[in-house]
């Protein structure tokens, strides 16, 4: 069965056209980088995966479940931190999880939250970008989940940090587990990646094994660029 499978997905707000005919199934156990360039509908299409998006057209399902609860109760997203207030403590938004996420292991949180050192006291106001980015990610795979979605999750973190974290991920999740992971740092999530998809004009243009891309003698980053430079040559 599939982790991931949606058909012929449209999506339009404020009447602009966003996703049009989309149409994508992912294997169980697979990291999937989602590429395309700012706009492309990356982030529209994780939240619609999510089930926090409304209004759509067509079919998604994730392990089989179609309904957006049940979709909820399979994904893992990397949501940020709007919800909760400046004066919260890091402790108090893990309390917060446990309640809502039956699915959340107190004790993997507890092992991300010591790799990333985090400290349970800090408050949320006390944090920097990248601190608040390492706690989203220890919050988003803390949770026992079928599907992560990661949204751009490296942007605030060091050079250093962000390839101990990227080296780490194979070790988060379990085997049986996929995560689509959209990144602008192509070359440093290349080692870990099973296969590639690009959204452009609207849609899932294409979906290519990494080894296929490399067995070719391009890297991953080549080979997406090559479906930008087309544009720039027209």
Same mark, same amino acid.
């Given at each position: 069965?599939?982790?991931?499978?949606?058909?012929?997905?449209?999506?339009?707000?404020?009447?602009?056209?966003?996703?049009?005919?989309?149409?994508?199934?992912?294997?169980?156990?697979?990291?999937?980088?989602?590429?395309?360039?700012?706009?492309?509908?990356?982030?529209?299409?994780?939240?619609?995966?999510?089930?926090?998006?409304?209004?759509?057209?067509?079919?998604?399902?994730?392990?089989?479940?179609?309904?957006?609860?049940?979709?909820?109760?399979?994904? /893992?997203?990397?949501?940020? +931190?709007?919800?909760? =207030?400046? &004066? %919260? *403590?890091?402790?108090? @938004?893990?309390?917060?999880?446990?309640?809502?996420?039956?699915?959340?292991?107190?004790?993997?949180?507890?092992?991300?939250?010591?790799?990333?050192?985090? /400290?349970?006291?800090?408050? +949320?106001?006390?944090? =920097?970008? &990248? %601190? *608040?980015?390492?706690? @989203?990610?220890?919050?988003?795979?803390?949770?026992?989940?079928?599907?992560?979605?990661?949204?751009?999750?490296?942007?605030?973190?060091?050079?250093?940090?962000?390839?101990?974290?990227?080296?780490?991920?194979?070790?988060?999740?379990?085997?049986?587990?996929? @995560?689509?992971?959209?990144?602008?740092?192509?070359?440093?999530?290349?080692?870990?990646?099973?296969?590639?998809?690009?959204?452009?004009?609207?849609?899932?243009?294409?979906?290519?094994?990494?080894?296929?891309?490399?067995?070719?003698?391009?890297?991953?980053?080549?080979?997406?660029?090559?479906?930008?430079?087309?544009?720039?040559?027209?």
């Amino acid at each position: 069965m599939t982790v991931l499978s949606i058909k012929n997905l449209n999506y339009s707000k404020h009447r602009k056209l966003i996703l049009q005919g989309v149409c994508l199934d992912l294997e169980p156990g697979k990291i999937v980088a989602l590429l395309g360039a700012n706009g492309a509908g990356k982030t529209t299409l994780m939240r619609i995966i999510s089930g926090q998006a409304k209004h759509w057209h067509g079919q998604v399902l994730v392990n089989g479940k179609q309904k957006d609860e049940e979709r909820k109760a399979c994904v /893992s997203f990397t949501d940020q +931190l709007s919800g909760f =207030s400046n &004066g %919260m *403590k890091i402790a108090q @938004i893990a309390d917060f999880y446990e309640q809502v996420f039956p699915d959340f292991d107190r004790e993997e949180y507890r092992k991300l939250q010591q790799f990333m050192n985090l /400290s349970p006291d800090a408050r +949320l106001r006390e944090l =920097s970008r &990248g %601190m *608040k980015e390492k706690l @989203i990610i220890s919050l988003t795979f803390a949770r026992q989940v079928p599907l992560y979605l990661l949204d751009e999750p490296f942007s605030g973190i060091d050079v250093m940090a962000r390839k101990r974290i990227i080296n780490s991920i194979l070790l988060w999740k379990n085997e049986q587990a996929t @995560i689509l992971l959209s990144d602008h740092f192509v070359n440093e999530i290349a080692s870990v990646l099973d296969e590639v998809v690009i959204v452009k004009n609207q849609t899932v243009l294409v979906k290519q094994g990494a080894d296929d891309i490399r067995a070719k003698g391009q890297s991953i980053e080549q080979y997406y660029e090559g479906f930008y430079q087309e544009d720039e040559n027209d």
